[in-house]
């Protein structure tokens, strides 16, 4: 089945403690990418990959870091979360940019930072 | 720069009642993407309808149908007949054909409630 996997889907953490969510997708997809959501404000790109070792910055990526060292795999790395990362978060992929892609979203990331 | 705008924040409805999500967009492509997304209680994003710029005709599924009218640069949705089950926050989103960069951008969403 193809899908997109996020874990952990529920995280509760204390500020600075490093965390990864990790993203990975079973359809060999070049372009990955991160959003969150939050109220309000709808979902916004974090970061974004092209392809394996091409990462870019999204709307967001201030307090955030990627890598795809792998074309399946795309981890969300906050290295010291703050409480203004509390948020959902979905990773996306598609077989490359632009809306002509059908884009597959994982099931969402609920991180709470207290 | 893209931009969507959805400014309905919430909308409640009693059931069977027909209800229409405005979604109004900005673009300097030519060729673009709209997409209507409904995230229920669950969280996850379910996807709805994609068009792209080229192809104005307007779509009906079932209950759900889309108007989309360049002249106005907006994309609405109107749910006819609505259900309980309807109740979900509704995402716009626009996406451009460019193969570089940055993919989708989202409206802040219509959270629709429907009442028994």
């Known amino acids: ?114 | 720069a893209q931009k969507v705008t959805q400014a309905q924040t919430e909308i409640s409805v009693v059931e069977k009642e027909d209800v229409t999500l405005d979604c109004v967009y900005e673009t300097r492509d030519t060729t673009y993407y709209l997409f209507w997304y409904k995230q229920p209680p669950s969280g996850e994003l379910v996807f709805l309808i994609r068009r792209n710029s080229f192809d104005e005709q307007n779509e009906i599924s079932g209950r759900y149908s889309w108007n989309f009218q360049k002249s106005t640069s907006s994309f609405n949705f109107t749910i006819t007949a609505s259900q309980v089950v309807d109740s979900a926050v509704y995402f716009c989103a626009l996406s451009g054909e460019d193969n570089y960069g940055q993919n989708f951008v989202f409206g802040p969403g219509t959270r629709l409630s429907v009442l028994p």
Not at chain 1, 57 to 84: A, C, H, M, Q, T
């Open chain 1, 1 to 114: 089945e193809a899908q997109v996997t996020q874990n952990p889907r529920y995280l509760i953490t204390v500020t600075g403690k490093k965390l990864t969510v990790t993203c990975s997708q079973n359809m060999n997809h070049e372009y990955m990418s991160w959003y969150r959501q939050d109220p309000g404000l709808g979902l916004r790109q974090i970061y974004y990959s092209m392809n394996v070792e091409v990462t870019d910055k999204g709307d967001v990526p201030e307090g955030y870091k990627v890598s795809r060292k792998e074309k399946r795999n795309f981890p969300l790395i906050l290295e010291s979360p703050s409480p203004n990362q509390t948020s959902l978060y979905f990773c996306a992929s598609s077989l490359g940019a632009g809306g002509h892609n059908e884009q597959f979203f994982g099931p969402g990331t609920r991180l709470t930072v207290l």
